[in-house]
């Protein structure tokens, strides 16, 4: 079978795939389909995911849910204010043979090199042990004592945050930001959906997922992603979105200048080419368009845009920025 002859395969069988997966994750997860889809764009994308939301909304759920459903390693990180740099990526330790009293130097890995890794309340934990996972998401590797460490493929980071709790709290720097290639919201349920979900799971154990995809099939995936082919006039509308958000650009207008202190770079657009891209995969279409950008316009570039003083005065956040944005960039 030819490269061309198995991408196309791969794209008849991914409505059936899509719709096992949202089957299993169903199993245990109820509502926030939107979400859903776009932890599975993160997926396809090869990217990472910033999950926010109040507590009680069922975040940690959703990621273990997802994971159970992928036949990938899954290692759970809980982030507190005494994590260290050496708790994430691993350490060196010193090992003696009993018989000869000699001492070696063994690596002992982290909870980081796994293939799917759930970073729980990543705001809670110093800007030290934030930064050690700079290098893993960007460069799907580790450096210990000199030493560089390939990750196992597929690599994911799947991170949560509490918007609301600030106090004993470490924000996440721009540059940390920027590494996530969405930044989910979640909200609450509706009451129909909540009274479903309340019911099911205050009764007997539920049905366990099982698991749909197995690495190779996700790696597989991720390069037929990669080749869905972008038109130019959808790059150039997701590069006129990041640099319309931008105060010092030229395409940035007066409204929004005033209220952004800092818009989004170059991987804001990326972001918004390979979400779009995934995101037409997942809906059984062999190109992007500039529909699928726009929906994922502000799971791509909230998190990548800092409002001003002026904005919060008013009231405004992110969202009512990039809602601005998609009024007044062209398709």
């Known amino acids: ?64 849910t997802l994971s159970k459903c992928l036949s990938l390693g899954f290692k759970r ?32 890995p982290g909870p980081i090199f796994t293939n799917i890794v759930l970073a729980d309340e990543i705001n809670r934990t110093p800007p030290k042990t934030q ?43 721009e540059a940390q930001l920027d590494r996530f290639l969405l930044n989910p919201v979640i909200h609450y349920l509706p009451i129909e959906d909540e009274i479903q979900m309340v019911g099911e799971t205050t009764g007997l154990d539920r049905e366990e997922p099982q698991a749909i995809l197995a690495a ?26 990041a640099s319309a958000s931008r105060p010092q650009s030229d395409h940035c207008d007066e409204w929004t200048s005033k209220r952004v202190k800092w818009g989004a770079g170059s991987r804001g657009a990326q972001a918004l080419i390979l979400a779009g891209k995934a995101r037409a995969l997942l809906s059984g279409r062999p190109n992007v368009s500039c529909e699928d950008v726009k929906v994922m316009a502000k799971s791509g570039l909230r998190h990548r845009v800092l409002p001003s003083f002026f904005a919060e005065s008013e009231g405004l956040d992110s969202d009512d920025i990039i809602e601005h944005l998609l009024e007044k960039v062209s398709q």
């Open 1 to 64: 079978m030819t490269k061309q002859e198995n991408s196309e395969s791969i794209l008849e069988s991914l409505p059936e795939t899509r719709t096992q997966l949202l089957k299993e994750i169903r199993k245990g997860i109820v509502g926030q389909d939107d979400v859903i889809e776009q932890l599975l764009v993160t997926l396809l994308a090869q990217g990472h995911c910033l999950l926010t939301g109040i507590p009680g909304l069922g975040k940690t759920l959703l990621v273990k």
């Open 77 to 108: 990180v809980q982030f507190t204010p005494d994590l260290m740099p050496a708790d994430v990526v691993g350490t060196e330790v010193v090992d003696e043979d009993p018989s000869t009293g000699k001492r070696n130097f063994r690596f002992s």
């Open 131 to 173: 930064a050690a996972l700079l290098e893993a998401m960007e460069e799907r590797q580790v450096t210990v004592s000199g030493e560089t460490r390939p990750l196992d493929a597929p690599f994911l980071v799947l991170a949560t945050q509490n918007p609301i709790e600030l106090e004993g709290t470490y924000p996440l720097p």
């Open 216 to 241: 190779a099939d996700i790696i597989a995936l991720q390069n037929l992603t990669r080749e869905v082919p972008a038109p130019e006039n959808v790059v150039s509308y997701a590069v006129r979105l």
